[in-house]
């Protein structure tokens, strides 16, 4: 359902409509927690890129795409990745909405998760 609804609103409203980048987003989330994560991860990418033409690098919206991206990072284990993007969103966040902004919150706390997993993972290969 989720395909059918991106190729179509691609089709009608085009690749780069608000609306086709939700379509994509909705797609690339439900391909992450089917563990379907390079897929996953190239909507995201996509989505990400048209975020920023669009809206531009530091619209909120924008900074949830990469936070979406860097999540699905997380998952594949690519933590140095996501650590950088999940940092960039969260001086964003502190810088255009405020350190005590809900979005700013949950930046920190997605910062500190990943830290937390690329620690545990740099303690078990010892």
Same mark, same amino acid.
């Given at each position: ?10 089709? %009608?409203?085009?690749?780069?409509? +608000?609306? $086709? *980048?939700? &379509?994509?987003?909705? =797609? /690339?989330? #439900? @391909?992450?927690? !089917? ?18 033409? %669009?809206?531009?690098?530091?619209? +909120?919206? $924008? *900074?949830? &795409?990469?936070?979406? =991206? /860097?999540? #699905? @990072?997380?998952? !594949? ?18 810088? %255009?909405?405020?350190?005590?902004? +809900?979005? $700013?919150?949950? &930046?920190?706390?997605? =910062? /500190?998760? #990943?830290?937390?997993? !690329? ?8």
């Amino acid at each position: 359902m989720n395909r059918r609804t991106l190729e179509g609103h691609e089709k %009608i409203l085009g690749p780069d409509h +608000p609306t $086709t *980048l939700t &379509s994509l987003n909705n =797609l /690339a989330l #439900v @391909l992450k927690s !089917q563990g379907k994560y390079d897929e996953s991860e190239a909507m995201h990418r996509r989505e990400l890129e048209g975020c920023e033409n %669009i809206l531009g690098p530091d619209h +909120p919206d $924008t *900074l949830i &795409s990469v936070s979406n =991206l /860097a999540s #699905v @990072l997380q998952s !594949q284990g690519k933590y140095k990745e996501s650590e950088t993007l999940h940092q960039h969103t969260l001086e964003q966040c502190k810088k %255009i909405l405020g350190p005590d902004h +809900p979005n $700013t919150q949950l &930046s920190a706390n997605n =910062l /500190a998760t #990943v830290r937390r997993l !690329q620690r545990d993972s740099d303690d078990s290969e010892t």
